[in-house]
């Protein structure tokens, strides 16, 4: 698997579009990027996925330069409730493995 | 979307007991479930591979005789911790992944178990 890098912490305030962006050198052909969400003694909950250029959906964007070496985690006008560990995670698409947590990010929103 | 529950959701033992959690998918079945561990102010890491109807696959370092899986069904594992420890004490979570396959996010998670040794 691809060994992932975040930013260990970020901050930011009510209202402001967030920015975080994973490292992912050694991406394979088959990898896919996947961020996942996760509140203090909660399980981590699906945010976004993608392989390539940009995806959005309902909570979040992705986007992935043409060599898939990095990502970027977009959350749009945040609030206070999006205070929590963000994960980066690259693997093959299928779900077959066990999944492999790096360090996160540990987001923290500001009134 | 696809569920997962855990239950208990926390259980307090006492040092030399054994504790069994389950982990059921709701809504589908699950022929391979996932088992995490994850200790204050780190991340989860995976402990084993969960497969119905046959025996699981341990992470190394983690021992298979003191942490017993059972996938009995498509919608239930469980996991128990025998003879526990202080140093057991810890969050575990499980995740299901759907057997209809597909990409990755197809891993829904549940909400976790408190575990602590006294």
């Known amino acids: 698997l691809a060994k992932t890098t975040q930013p260990i912490s970020m901050d930011s305030y009510e209202g402001q579009e967030v920015n975080i962006t994973c490292s992912h050198n050694n991406i394979a052909t088959n990898d896919y990027i996947t961020w996942y969400q996760q509140f203090p003694s909660q399980g981590p909950r699906f945010i976004i996925q993608?392989?390539?250029t940009k995806v959005t959906n309902e909570v979040a964007s992705l986007f992935i330069p043409a060599d898939r070496k990095s990502s970027t985690l977009s959350l749009p006008r945040v609030s206070l409730s999006d205070t929590a560990v963000y994960y980066c995670?690259?693997?093959?698409?299928?779900?077959?493995?066990?999944?492999?947590f790096g360090k996160g990010t540990h987001l923290i929103i500001q009134p | 979307g696809a569920v997962v529950s855990q239950h208990p959701s926390w259980v307090i033992c006492k040092s030399g007991t054994s504790v069994k959690i389950e982990c059921r998918s709701l809504d589908f079945q699950a022929t391979t479930m996932f088992w995490y561990r994850q200790f204050p102010k780190q991340s989860l890491m995976l402990m084993a591979t969960s497969n119905e109807g046959s025996k699981a696959t341990y992470e190394q370092g983690v021992e298979k005789d003191k942490f017993l899986i059972n996938h009995a069904s498509l919608t239930l594992s469980t996991l128990t911790v025998t003879s526990a420890h202080p140093e057991d004490s810890s969050f575990y979570i499980c995740?299901?992944?759907?057997?209809?396959?597909?990409?990755?996010?197809?891993?829904?998670f549940g909400p976790g178990t408190r575990l602590t040794v006294t």
């Open positions: 995670l690259v693997g093959e698409g299928g779900g077959a493995d066990g999944l492999t």
């Open positions: 993608g392989y390539k």
């Open positions: 995740s299901a992944r759907d057997s209809r396959g597909g990409a990755l996010y197809e891993q829904y």
